[in-house]
């Protein structure tokens, strides 16, 4: 069964048409990736799964529970967690409490484990612990913002554009990290404008285009050449 | 001179005492709140008619009074303010002042323009009596306060997770709901504290100095004095804040008569401006 289901979803800015009829699954264990230029509705689509916005049609849902509509800190409730693009650290927080702040919903000590954690996987960040997140580079903030999202220790992760703005050896680093978090299991959708680093680091792929999936399947047997022709709307996929 | 100077760091305790409310709703939520002299005022009256009316002292009546301003408090943010605070800064700030004026005339309404002084023993006690030296009971006891509560409510901020979620919350209030705070709720238990520590300021204020249901603009140049020169939502900066305008206010009057004692506290807070714009401790979120 899907850990994650969206069903036929609209989503509306005003009057303005952004998603049109879109569905997805994610089954437990797998990473997922959505793939699409820029504007072609991924964030609106990962925004709409967590809460940020509303759909104006379809069902959302997560692990049982329909969560369309819902509010985001009822969703994260549940054990769906969002990184959002830009990575949103809190600026004037120590990175900490920032990573303190992932973990907000678990009360007990069990919180210091996972901080112990993720300074594993971040070595760099219990380095900076105690610096504000405004101090920090555009790579080490993304990694504050994936390790403040398994803080939480969610059911499901999803990472929107971790590599926007990054360097390729600071995405490379990120990714290899993103492998090792894998590894443990946990389930995630992930936004990523590079079609080849997309397709090698997930289980499933949709591509967007117009706020529609044009193409999809398991992304060890997409031709990257199609993808590349859903991604830019020429081809077969041109209107 | 001395004198001056140890009465002005007391009653600067007190104006801090004014100010805190005021800062830590602007620190966390990016609102000016003009209603909040008002809504000391109307906390001092609810001592005043808690006490009269029932009989209990002081402390139990600042208690009950603390207890009914949280409740207002929390309806002020959630009916009120959280309607508009999507909508931008200026809204909200139309809606304290709304808030402000209302309040003011509810009070005259209730309990005319009389002038109130809440009875104490302290009032006319003096801790220290030397020739050279007095220092007045009330004013101690508010300084006293005023920085155990700025201590406590700093701890609270840094070391709680609920003073995170808060400080969270002003910082991207986007980030802190992914992260599961109910973000309206945040601002709502902010408005709380700040309206119970603004209860506790009202109980001092009027066992100190005679008021009346139009003093809340007066107090709320005051607080506005506090922040501004402490920086806005700066917690030690209010105290700072607060001594440095009760010094320059005895100060001026010591050497300039007292008629002009407010004048030089607030030409000092001009100067203060005008070198640091932003006040001497500046944060926008609450920190130490």
Redesign the interface.
């Known amino acids: 069964m899907s850990l994650l289901e969206v069903k036929n979803i609209d989503v509306h800015y005003g009057d303005f048409l952004a998603i049109q009829d879109v569905s997805l699954n994610v089954e437990p264990g797998t990473i997922v990736s959505l793939i699409g230029a820029n504007g072609a509705g991924k964030s609106t689509i990962m925004n709409t799964i967590?809460?940020?916005n509303k759909p104006t049609k379809g069902d959302i849902i997560f692990d049982g529970n329909n969560i369309a509509g819902k509010?985001?800190?009822q969703i994260?409730?549940l054990g769906l967690?969002?990184?959002?693009e830009g990575s949103?650290?809190?600026?004037?927080?120590t990175v900490q409490?920032n990573l303190?702040?992932?973990a907000?919903?678990e009360?007990g000590p069990e919180r210091m484990k996972r901080l112990e954690d993720v300074y594993r996987l971040f070595p760099i960040l219990n380095e900076k612990k105690n610096q504000q997140a405004t101090y920090l580079s555009g790579g080490q903030r993304q990694m504050l913002a994936i390790g403040?999202g398994i803080m939480?220790q969610p059911k499901i992760l999803l990472l929107d554009e971790i590599s926007l703005g990054l360097a390729p050896v600071v995405i490379n680093d990120i990714y290899d990290k993103l492998q090792e978090i894998a590894e443990t299991g946990l389930t995630m959708l992930i936004v990523e404008q590079n079609v080849t680093r997309s397709l090698s680091v997930s289980d499933y792929s949709y591509v967007i285009l117009e706020g529609k999936v044009v193409m999809e399947g398991k992304s060890s047997e997409l031709n990257e050449s199609e993808v590349n022709d859903a991604y830019f709307g020429i081809g077969d996929f041109a209107h | 001179m001395l004198q001056c100077i140890i009465t002005g760091i007391l009653l600067g305790g007190l104006y801090s005492m004014i100010g805190i409310g005021m800062s830590l709703v602007f620190g966390i939520m990016k609102l000016t709140n003009l209603a909040h002299g008002d809504l000391m005022i109307l906390g001092t009256y609810i001592t005043m008619v808690v006490s009269n009316a029932l009989g209990f002292n002081l402390v139990i009546s600042t208690i009950i009074s603390v207890i009914v301003m949280c409740v207002i408090g929390f309806i002020v943010q959630q009916f009120l303010v959280n309607r508009v605070m999507d909508k931008g800064e200026a809204p909200a700030l139309l809606v304290t002042f709304g808030l402000s004026i209302f309040l003011a005339n509810l009070m005259l309404k209730i309990f005319s323009a009389d002038n109130q002084l809440l009875t104490n023993k302290m009032a006319s006690v003096n801790v220290i009596t030397t020739p050279v030296l007095s220092v007045s009971a009330s004013y101690l006891i508010s300084f006293i306060v005023a920085v155990i509560i700025i201590v406590g409510l700093a701890l609270v901020m840094q070391k709680t997770n609920f003073g995170r979620s808060i400080r969270a919350t002003s910082d991207d209030p986007m980030a802190a709901e992914l992260m599961g705070v109910n973000t309206k709720m945040a601002f709502a238990a902010a408005m709380v504290i700040c309206m119970g520590i603004t209860a506790v300021a009202g109980t001092l204020v009027g066992s100190t100095f005679t008021f009346y249901p139009s003093s809340g603009t007066q107090y709320l140049i005051i607080a506005f004095g506090v922040v501004v020169i402490g920086g806005m939502g700066s917690l030690f900066g209010t105290l700072i804040g607060g001594i440095v305008l009760g010094v320059a206010q005895l100060l001026g009057g010591f050497a300039f008569g007292s008629g002009v004692q407010m004048l030089i506290a607030y030409i000092v807070l001009l100067v203060i401006l005008a070198l640091r714009p932003n006040g001497l401790f500046a944060t926008s979120a609450v920190r130490k």
């Open positions: 967590c809460g940020l509010k985001a800190n994260a409730r967690t969002m990184s959002p949103h650290c809190f600026e004037k927080m409490d303190l702040m992932g907000y919903l009360k403040r939480s």
